[in-house]
């Protein structure tokens, strides 16, 4: 199991260097269903924040349907419900 936090998730989602690669590492272990990937429910807020911030409202929307927590392969933290 693995907690990510908010920055993790923006690393791979704005392929910021020079950590993307270390985040595209865990996101494909957590395809691979090799480790099960958690989150808080604000970190989903955060992200869209921060997208909406640096690539503008539409493609932060657009990246929502893809991290959303009804959508995303990861996991609301269980003791954040």
Same mark, same amino acid.
């Given at each position: ?26 996101? %494909?272990?957590? *395809? ?6 958690? @989150? +808080? ?6 992200? &869209? ?10 493609? %932060?929307?657009? *990246? ?6 009804? @959508? +995303? ?6 003791? &954040?419900?």
């Amino acid at each position: 199991m693995a907690f990510l936090d908010s920055d993790v998730i923006l690393e791979l989602l704005l392929d910021r260097a020079p950590f993307v690669a270390d985040a595209a590492h865990i996101f %494909a272990l957590g *395809e691979r269903k090799e480790i099960e990937l958690y @989150t +808080s429910t604000v970190s989903f807020l955060n992200i &869209y924040y921060v997208a909406a911030r640096l690539k503008g409202k539409e493609p %932060a929307r657009r *990246e929502w349907t893809t991290w959303s927590p009804e @959508t +995303s392969k990861i996991t609301r933290d269980p003791a &954040y419900r």
